[in-house]
């Protein structure tokens, strides 16, 4: 190899000029490492890409994001839906329904935030129809039940004070005898309890020997005061001894229940020997809370059970409310008279002082009228589960129009038992009677509300407002099932309180014979001065052309409707009885107290036994008339059962 190549170190090839190796050594050493620094530079950009793209994404989205409302102001703010299955809503009003191949009515989006709000509502909330079927919605109509105030409270079985009997010595003496020497002993009225010898009984029998006619009378008076009677008086008076015991007898029939002299003391005139206690009446003393106080009234009748005798009911009546309140617990000690007849002949199953027990008491619809909103002993309520608590005010939602809900704030009074022990809360503000609340679900708007920050706007997928790009309302399934019911009930809150009371009592549309609200909201018109509900405006015109026979097909629904409800209340208040004492109501028919009262028009019959037989009453409340004479009820009894079966005759 020659020397040229030979040469060391790294240098431009032979031949080029100055500048040329000049450029040589720019290409060498700039622009090479230039292409290998692009080279790293790119793969540099790809990793911060990769490792920032969820900042990236999120600074794309806040920079081409609309601005608030600007999609809706863009758009018609009209949607399409199936007025036969709402559940399917669209974008496109040249849809069809895929159920039922109909074209899309208008259902226009009014921006809640110029929308005003009545009176009491803190918020409003729009569901889809599919929300409202998976969610379970369910609502209920603000009514007067038929309630009761029940106070379930503890108690302590205590000796009838009124019953307690002590027994003393009435004479000085000595005890020979103790016929009763153990405490707890039964005893009866008449029964030896103990003999005292008395010096001072034998002077005064001599005294009434000697004494003079006229004064005799005292010196029996004085033996009387010892406890003796006329016959033992008189045959002391014939008997040539001189009697010298006196014997102390029980006055009453109970039990020893304490005993203070042995056999051989000596006793002072008034000195205690026995104390004993009738337990044929008991009070039980039970505590009651501050809150439940304002219910009590002396004569309300109380249940108690006891740990003893767990299966036994024991009934009585509130007789006495003691003036001061326990500071300590907050209660009030009230007192029960309890009648125990059997504490003599099976003291096993009778009540015994020291007991404790469960009380309940029962207050009447009759004495909760001059508390709450009532009519005909109702009571305005709603469910317990309709009830929403936020810590400072209590919620219901009330249903507004089709899917659209109101949270109202309510006042309340306190829970009172309704029918199947049911709990209801009566309504002192906020609601009126016909009013549709939601009674299943609640929980889960009051959740929506919260969760969504827009929950008072419209919308039909899911909560907020939607923005462009978003998933259409289209998406709605269409295989969601029709909740018939419920579109009735949306359609009918759509009107006023005064007309859905009328269009509730008409029901059905006198032209298709269809409910009213199941193709929304009623269509009102007036006819000879009459308002008359259709279930839509096309109805109008065939209505108006037969104007005397429309408003007779109103009167002949609204009897229909009155009639159909009674009967299914009836029917649905007999099915809480058992299969025979459902027979023997259905055989009586009517209320054997208040005559024209069907059995079953205030919830499930009572039922007692008179003399032997069955007799069902329309509520609890008529049971002390139905006791007071029992003949009376008896027959009243006889003449329903042929009224009954004389109308069964004559029904085809």
Known sequence: MSDQFNEGGLRAPPGMSSWQKVWWWFDFLVLVNLARLRFILILAAIGAVILYWDTLAAYYEKWTRPVFG???????GVKYYCTMHPQFVSDNPKDK???????????????AQGEPWPAGVVNRLQLSPYQVVTGNIQTWPVNYEPLSKRIQTVGF??????KLRRIPARVKGRIDKLFVNVTGQM??????????????????????????????ELVRQRLRLWGIDDDQIKQMEQSRESPSHVTIRSPISGHVRKKFPFEGDAVDEGAPLFELADLSTVWIEAQ????????????????????????QRFTGRLDFLYPHLDAYTRTLRVRFDIENPEHLKKPEASLRPGDWATVTIDVPAAELAGRFLTRQGKVLAVPESAVIYTGTQKLVYRQH??????????????ALTGPKKSIFYPVLKGLEAGDRVVSNGAILLDAETKVSGSAGSIYYQGTGIGRAG???????????????ELKVNAGMAELSTPDRKLAEAQKYCPVLNSKLGSMGRPFKVVLKGQPVFLCCKDCESKARADEEGTLKKVEELKKKTFVSDLEAEIKAALDELSPEDRKLAEAQGYCAVELENRLGEMGKPYQLTIKGQRVFLCCKGCAEDALANPDRTLAAVEKHKAKVKSQKEVAP
Do not use: W
């Not at 809370?289 to 005798?309: R, V, Y």
């Open 288 to 311: 009651v809370f501050e809150d439940d106080i304002s219910f009590l009234k002396q004569g309300l009748k109380a249940e108690a059970t006891t740990a003893t005798l767990p299966n």
């Open 187 to 216: 005893v009866h009225e008449g029964d030896p309890l103990a003999s005292i010898y008395s010096q001072e009984l034998a002077v005064a029998v001599q005294n009434l020997r000697d004494a003079p006619a006229r004064d005799k």
């Open 97 to 111: 329904c895929p159920i039922c191949g109909m074209g899309l009515a208008k259902l226009e989006q009014k921006p």
């Open 470 to 484: 978003g998933p259409s309302a289209s998406a709605i399934r269409p295989s969601t099932p029709e909740d018939i």
């Open 157 to 162: 079985v205590e000796f009838d004070e009124r």
């Open 70 to 76: 600007e999609a809706q102001t863009a758009s018609s």
């Open 401 to 414: 129009a089709l899917y659209v809900f109101d949270a109202v704030t309510v006042e309340l009074g306190p």
